[in-house]
Every structure is written in C-alpha cells, then in structure tokens.
DNA sequence: TGGTTATATAAGTATCGGCTGATATAAGTG
DNA sequence: CACTTATATCAGCCGATACTTATATAACCA
C-alpha cells in the first residue's frame, strides 16, 4: 500500500495526528477513535496494522498492552514527493533553509519521481 | 474527496510530475499516461476532472484544447497537514525556517486539526 | 458545411478497502 | 487455575471508485 493511500483515511490520519501528542496504547487511541467514528475495536485495530505495516508507526509491548508511536519514515516519504513540488507556493527562502536543512540532498529543481513499476 | 485520496492515485500523482515541468494539454498528458499506465482516454480524463475538481490544477482553454498546470491549493493543503509532524524527522533549523518563511502562522507545536465532521 | 481532432461525460461493471461479528492469543488478577 | 482485560486476526459483506465502451460537445479545417 503506498503511503498516500494510507494517509488516505481519515480514521488513520486521526490516529497520527494523536499520536504527535506521544505514545498511547492500543486501547487509549481505540476509546477516542471508536468514540469519534463510531466504529468497533477490530475497525481500529485494522488501522493499526496498516499504519504499522507501511511505517507510520511504531510498536511496543508493554505487558498486555501495545505502546503506539508515530514512525517518521511513512511521513517523510510523503514529505518528500511534496518537496517537489513546495516551489510552487512556498517562498524561495523556505525552499532554500528546507534544502540547506536537509544536508543539500536532492539539489534539483525537478519533479520528484516515484516508483512506477507497478501497475 | 479529501486532499489525501486524491493524491492516493498514482496516475493523479504522475500526472502532477509531468505538470511539475510546465502546462500540458490534456492531450499530452494522455499520451504519457496512457502510455506508462495501459489506461482510456476517458480515464485519463476523469483522473484530470478530479484534480481540477480538488484544487489541484488548473485548467485554461486554448482553441479546442485544454492546457493543465499545477495549482497549488491543492498540494498546499496536504503540505500544511504535514506540518505537524515534520519536527519527527526535521532538524529543528529546517522546521524554524519554515515557519518564518511562512510568515509566523500556525505558531504551536502541536499537531494539525482536520474536519471530522464527516463519517 | 461535413469531416476530423480534442476533450469530456455517461452508464455499466469489477475490484478493493473498510466494516462487522466472531474468535484467537496472550497477559494480568483473584 | 478460571476469569477478565487487551489486542489481533479472520471471513464475509458492502459501498466507493477506477476502469471500460459508447457517445456528446465543441473547435478546427478543407
């Protein structure tokens, strides 16, 4: 699953955007998220996964329970493709601290490119 | 259709790369497209309708043809989401640049809101 | 004007992703 | 141990959405 399709849904994007907050169970994201959407443990559950799946998070054991945490790698991805594009709204001098900040990777002014062997 | 599933295609993100370089008409678009990924016309067509539909394009008549080029509403939108997250992974001069060169909004460091209205 | 080119829309179909309910697994607790 | 709590998985259903073919619309050209 790309990461564009994960980010897709909004019950995952809910979950990262509680997640920035600091880690949470399994549990303590299923209350606000089931009582928000109205959708069941096993529902939520299944973002879980897929967020975990595709790097947007990570996990860790705590007893029974299972500490979530945001991965930045699933987001950085996405952040990436973006940077191609940042030159069309974002002034020069944000484009140039972000390059500057970022180790001088990817000097190009192009298009980022993405992998399209599938499909 | 949320900024997120419209960028979760990736015929609407090639789409987006090729417009990256410049205006193109809706003819040379699907020639690329229809090329790279086996698909219609029409669908390539109705790839289009849905990134004009959401801010992602523009479109601009000429004769018979229709030039396509990148609006950045669009793009911006998923941008400013990404905002805050980025201090997971950006070093903190990257995230300082950024906000200044974006004129100080959104000062908190805390993570973005969305409308959860629906669903 | 009639024919061609450029693009969009419509209607129908099929695939895919998200949901539910049932159940499995594993860790706490008395 | 038996019971409960915490979380994950499974199977099946259903609706959204990305295709297809056929057709509409409109500009260009001889």
Redesign the pocket.
């Known amino acids: 699953?790309h990461a564009f399709?994960v980010l897709?849904?909004p019950?995952?994007r809910r979950i990262l955007e509680l997640l920035a907050r600091g880690e949470r169970?399994?549990?303590?994201i299923?209350e606000v998220i089931q009582e928000e959407?109205?959708?069941?443990?096993?529902?939520?559950?299944?973002?879980?996964?897929?967020l975990?799946d595709n790097g947007f998070t990570t996990?860790r054991?705590d007893?029974?329970?299972?500490?979530y945490a945001v991965d930045p790698r699933g987001l950085r991805e996405v952040d990436e493709w973006l940077a191609g594009f940042r030159r069309f709204w974002a002034p020069k001098l944000d484009a140039l601290a972000t390059e500057l900040a970022r180790g001088r990777r990817a000097r190009r002014a192009q298009p980022p490119t993405e992998d399209r062997s599938t499909?």
Chains 1, 2 share one sequence.
């Open positions: 699953m399709d897709g849904d019950v995952r169970t399994a549990g303590g299923g959407f109205g959708i069941s443990q096993p529902a939520v559950s299944q973002h879980l996964r897929v975990r996990v054991p007893g029974a329970r299972r500490l499909r």
